[in-house]
């Protein structure tokens, strides 16, 4: 089992930034994807971004430029650093976590609020 623990949600102004980690725990033999989802109030989870294990990052097209995602595998953690945050970026933000090619977890979100 893996655990996923995410940390740094919180309420910033419009044209802020806020930075986001999520540690992993737990008993495995490798991480491989790992990614922040994002689920707006009364709409779906969608993907923000991923990072894979060598640590090749994509992104949604709607945070490109602004976000950063980042790695550390020698302390199993994930960051999505968000500049110029929008109030349309308002979502619980998801860690996720493939392990050994064939478990995903998640964490278990951290609310994100962007105030106009």
């Known amino acids: 089992q893996v655990q996923l623990v995410e940390s740094g949600g919180g309420l910033v102004q419009a044209g802020g930034s806020r930075r986001l980690s999520c540690a992993a725990s737990g008993i495995f033999f490798s991480i491989n994807t790992m990614a922040w989802y994002r689920q707006p109030p009364g709409k779906q989870r969608e993907l923000v971004a991923t990072?894979?294990?060598?640590?090749?990052?994509d992104y949604t097209d709607s945070v490109k430029g602004r976000f950063t995602i980042s790695r550390d595998n020698a302390k199993n953690t994930v960051d999505l650093q968000m500049n110029s945050l929008k109030p349309e970026d308002t979502a619980v933000y998801y860690c996720y976590a493939r392990v050994d090619y064939s478990k995903n977890f998640w964490g278990q979100g951290t609310q994100v609020t962007v105030s106009s």
């Open positions: 990072i894979t294990s060598g640590g090749v990052p």
